[in-house]
């Protein structure tokens, strides 16, 4: 048999397990199933490229801002810029970034009052923490209840990677309304504190997909971090 002929036939079996477990089980994923067979799950980094760029040895401050006039608790910019450093730092695969040194956005939020902090641009809070690079990220709207009477978060947010030394953005992101869970959850069955810091967590990994490789298909099970209780 020759190999295209034997490439053929591979690829009709996959797709005829593809429909039988499609028709036994009504699942319309099983149609990606190809796919994955053939590619894996991970996609590359949305900006794969401008990552490559940064050098190895680097110091990168996340920094998180909004003019939502949120306070305490509700304020997301010390959770999400956590959460953000926690996601990328653990999942970008090339080997250099092992060695890149993570400023915590406490340093931030020690050098600078909140008016200041506001006011400063990207460029320069990342000088004055002695950050090479500045994952910048304006939180334009963060919401976290459906109702009075449901749970449902939702923002949106602009990203960019900034290099300080060169005093330019290497990328400008807009990204999509996130929102999450897709089906609301009752109020009376979780915490609002507890929940806003799972939606942070989600909405860090979406971010997180423009700088490290990701599953595209893993928002098909997101109702289940919030089973009956």
Not at 87 to 107: G, R
């Amino acid at each position: 048999m020759t190999n295209a002929r034997s490439k053929l036939l591979t690829l009709a079996l996959i797709a005829l397990s593809s429909l039988t477990l499609l028709s036994a089980s009504g699942c319309a994923g099983a149609l990606m199933m190809p796919y994955y067979l053939i590619y894996g799950t991970d996609s590359p980094a949305i900006h794969q490229n401008e990552v490559k760029e940064i050098k190895k040895g680097s110091k990168i401050v996340v920094v998180c801002r909004s003019n939502l006039n949120l306070f305490g608790a509700a304020n997301p910019n010390a959770d999400l810029a956590t959460g953000i450093t926690c996601v990328v730092s653990k999942n970008l695969k090339d080997k250099k970034k092992k060695k890149l040194e993570w400023i915590p956005f406490t340093k931030v939020e020690e050098m600078f009052d909140e008016e200041e902090f506001n006011s400063t641009s990207f460029e320069k809070i990342g000088a004055k923490v002695g950050a090479d690079y500045v994952i910048g990220v304006e939180i334009d709207s963060f919401e976290t209840r459906h109702s009075t009477q449901f749970y449902q978060g939702s923002a949106k947010v602009l990203v960019r990677l900034v290099d300080v030394e060169k005093q330019e953005t290497m990328f400008r992101e807009s990204l999509p309304q996130f929102t999450y869970p897709p089906t609301p959850v009752p109020t009376s069955d979780y915490d609002e504190v507890e929940f806003q810091k799972l939606f942070i967590v989600k909405l860090s990994k979406v971010i997180a997909t423009l700088f490290c490789p990701y599953d595209p298909h893993e928002q098909y099970a997101q109702d289940s971090d919030f089973p009956e209780r």
